[in-house]
């Protein structure tokens, strides 16, 4: 859990991977019962026919009667997100009707969990749903909302997940090396960047793109970052016209800024 996650008591937006659907629902329906618990509204998405679900949550009398008192819901993929390349604003909009919704009615908030695989195994909507995930991180940060994104091992390569699980706040150990997410004055980083994952980040760095100008980077829990994440920083704050501030404990980080001319990077002690 972050530290802003703690400061609201809100779980926030994570990132599940899984082998097995029935391990992700099981995963899914816990961390809705624990908002059911906690006041909220909750709300499963699923792949499956929504029947057959329903079916197998009836089994579950809490569940049950979250579903008949509509404390709860299940839907499909198509009716959350349609079945086209996903449409971040209206998506959102639609995100702060259902919460203005469930508080109107007397819930604490809104907590969903989404079985996302279909909607990133093409390029194109990859894409689209890779920025909706820095969109809707930075949505829900003002907002009485928890979500988590469940994707298939089996059906998407490693590549893509790390690319998807790197844009939350948590993720399954394993799925990324590091975070990078919304902040309250720009972005946050933590964990490592090396050799390994130096492309995942230049590409992380585009879906959480927020304009032109300086970038603040509160990286105070970065454990290891390598010249090539630094010259990529260095890059990504040229194409804004701005600089990258980066506020890390790394010594390293600012010797290797100084020895490569990274002019567009300025390296600040974290507070």
């Not at 659907?21 to 995963?27: C, D, S």
């Given at each position: 859990m972050t530290s802003a996650e703690r400061a609201s008591g809100r779980p926030g937006h994570a990132c599940w991977s899984y082998d097995d659907?029935?391990?992700?629902?099981?995963?899914a329906r816990a961390f809705l019962l624990a908002g059911l618990t906690a006041g909220d509204r909750v709300s499963y998405v699923s792949p499956e026919p929504v029947p057959v679900v329903?079916?197998?949550w009836n089994s579950t009398p809490r569940l049950r009667e979250a579903l008949h008192s509509r404390a709860a819901e299940i839907v499909s993929v198509e009716q959350m997100y349609g079945d086209g390349v996903l449409a971040h604003d209206a998506q959102l909009d639609s995100?702060?009707?259902?919460?203005?919704?469930?508080?109107?009615?007397?819930?604490?908030?809104?907590?969903?969990?989404a079985d996302a695989t279909c909607l990133v195994r093409d390029p194109q909507r990859r894409e689209?749903?890779?920025?909706?995930?820095?969109?809707?991180?930075?949505?829900?940060?003002?907002?009485?909302?928890?979500a988590v994104c469940g994707y298939d091992r089996s059906r998407l390569d490693e590549r893509v997940i790390e690319?998807?699980?790197?844009?939350?706040p948590t993720s399954d150990p394993g799925t990324s090396?590091?975070?990078?997410?919304a902040g309250d004055d720009g972005l946050v980083l933590d964990g490592e960047l090396d050799t390994s994952n130096q492309d995942v980040f230049a590409t992380a760095l585009r879906h959480t793109d927020s304009g032109s100008g300086d970038l603040v980077v509160r990286a105070a829990d970065l454990r290891f970052i390598d010249y090539r994440s630094l010259v990529h920083l260095h890059r990504h704050a040229e194409s804004r016209h701005g600089d990258v501030v980066l506020h890390t404990d790394l010594a390293p980080a600012s010797r290797l800024v100084a020895l490569l001319g990274l002019t567009r990077v300025r390296v600040e002690a974290a507070g």
């Open positions: 659907p029935a391990i992700f629902e099981a995963r329903v079916e197998r995100y702060a009707t259902t919460i203005a919704a469930a508080l109107a009615d007397g819930y604490a908030g809104w907590r969903i969990a689209a749903f890779a920025r909706y995930e820095h969109l809707v991180d930075r949505f829900m940060r003002t907002r009485p909302m928890s690319e998807l699980a790197c844009l939350h090396l590091f975070h990078l997410h």
